[in-house]
């Protein structure tokens, strides 16, 4: 599939007419549990022989260090908020996930401009203004979105650490009580990720339930996407989906060529 942005690519980004990556997004909000699934998919896909790249929000060179430094100060304003993002996202794109596309590299990224863009519209920014300013993001190959329920919620938030100030909405709200600010906050961005589903073609997740559960259906939709990138292309579709069907991740080089031998000696046997 051709590569393509939403609106307008970055000047002087230049795309070639197939990557031979795969872009897949984990979105959802706060305490729902995409760090550990990221983790979990990342493990899962290097042991099946994919080499995989990971990033996230905040983490480029050019503004990661300097949005953290802002937010400290609790002055940082919605749309200079918006801009510092947008510039976060927009050099991890270009020096990091493109690059990684182009060597072959499945791309995991920890939320993506819905997230940012959620954030921004709770806020009062307009929704146009913000779909023209990422519009300069890559269309993903995969958006799978872990969605939870407030009450569900609640609890993890508690149990990791409690409540955070921007995550808590405390610098437009107006609320004295944190815990208030946090309900109305995060209701507010999960109906915000709802009306995004369909415009954006999310592939909802019921993330309400255990890990174990979450994970398993992450593989079921991630495993079609990725299946024709599995070494070995003369039997990769077999192989591809032994592999990826497996219930616990292959954990070192002796487990892959064990996997390998199996599959070859069936293929003896059957001849």
Not at 21 to 30: P, W
Not at 125 to 146: N, Q, S, T
Not at 218 to 227: D, G, W, Y
């Amino acid at each position: 599939m051709r590569p393509e942005f939403y609106w307008v690519g970055i000047p002087g980004l230049q795309l070639e007419d197939e990557l031979p990556g795969k872009l897949i997004v984990l979105e959802g909000t706060d305490g729902v549990g995409r760090s550990t699934q990221t983790r979990l998919i990342r493990n899962w896909l290097e042991s099946s022989g994919l080499a995989v790249y990971d990033t996230g929000l905040t983490r480029s060179n050019l503004a990661g260090r300097h949005i953290q430094e802002a937010k400290e100060g609790h002055t940082m304003g919605r749309r200079t908020q918006c801009l510092f993002y947008a510039t976060d996202f927009a050099d991890r794109l270009e020096n990091e996930i493109v690059p990684a596309l182009r060597a072959g590299y499945v791309v995991l990224t920890d939320r993506y401009i819905y997230s940012l863009m959620a954030r921004a519209a709770v806020r009062g920014v307009e929704r146009d203004w913000l779909r023209h300013l990422y519009g300069f993001a890559l269309k993903p190959d995969l958006i799978l979105y872990l969605s939870i329920s407030l009450e569900k919620l609640l609890p993890r938030v508690l149990a990791s650490g409690g409540f955070d100030y921007w995550e808590s909405g405390m610098d437009f709200l107006g609320e004295k009580d944190m815990y208030e600010a946090f309900v109305k906050y995060q209701g507010a961005l999960l109906e915000e990720f709802a009306l995004m589903t369909e415009e954006y073609g999310f592939t909802v997740v019921d993330a309400n339930r255990s890990i174990k559960a979450v994970f398993g259906d992450l593989q079921e939709l991630i495993q079609p996407v990725v299946m024709d990138m599995i070494p070995g292309q003369v039997v990769s579709t077999e192989f591809a989906a032994q592999v990826l069907q497996a219930e616990e991740p292959l954990t070192d080089r002796r487990s892959v060529a064990d996997t390998l031998r199996d599959f070859f000696s069936s293929l003896l046997e059957d001849a």
